[in-house]
């Protein structure tokens, strides 16, 4: 009994650290992100729709002056995403007002 109970515990603590591992390194390589909020970094968005909260935070506004970039309206940021794109938000709404793809 206590063979069986010892090969099963081994079986299970093998298939756990197996299923532990299969997802990846966590918490590496997401440029300062928690895991799992870098979902958006690939998603097309479009005027009219919400941006997330993170990227309202002050480390991805840009100083528009230095990028070349229009002066933002009275309530608006202009927010760099980790892809390049420079995305044109109201601060208190998260709306986008304007994308630039290349500048």
Request: glycine share 10%; net charge positive; charged share 25%.
């Given at each position: 009994?206590k063979?069986?109970?010892?090969?099963?515990s081994?079986a299970?603590l093998t298939?756990?650290s197996?299923?532990?591992?299969a997802g990846?390194?966590?918490g590496?390589?997401h440029?300062?992100?928690?895991p799992?909020?870098?979902k958006?970094?690939?998603?097309?968005y479009?005027?009219?729709?919400?941006i997330?909260r993170?990227y309202?935070?002050?480390?991805y506004?840009v100083?528009y002056?230095e990028?070349h970039?229009a002066?933002p309206?009275?309530?608006?940021?202009?927010?760099?995403?980790?892809?390049?794109?420079?995305?044109l938000?109201?601060?208190?709404?998260g709306?986008?007002?304007?994308i630039?793809?290349h500048?």
């Open positions: 009994m063979r069986l109970l010892l090969a099963a081994i299970f298939a756990a197996t299923a532990a591992f990846g390194p966590k590496h390589g440029d300062g992100h928690p799992g909020k870098h958006g970094w690939h998603k097309e479009r005027r009219g729709e919400h997330e993170d309202l935070d002050s480390r506004y100083d002056h990028h970039l002066p309206p009275r309530g608006h940021r202009w927010v760099r995403h980790p892809d390049g794109r420079y995305i938000v109201a601060v208190a709404t709306i986008i007002a304007d630039l793809l500048h």
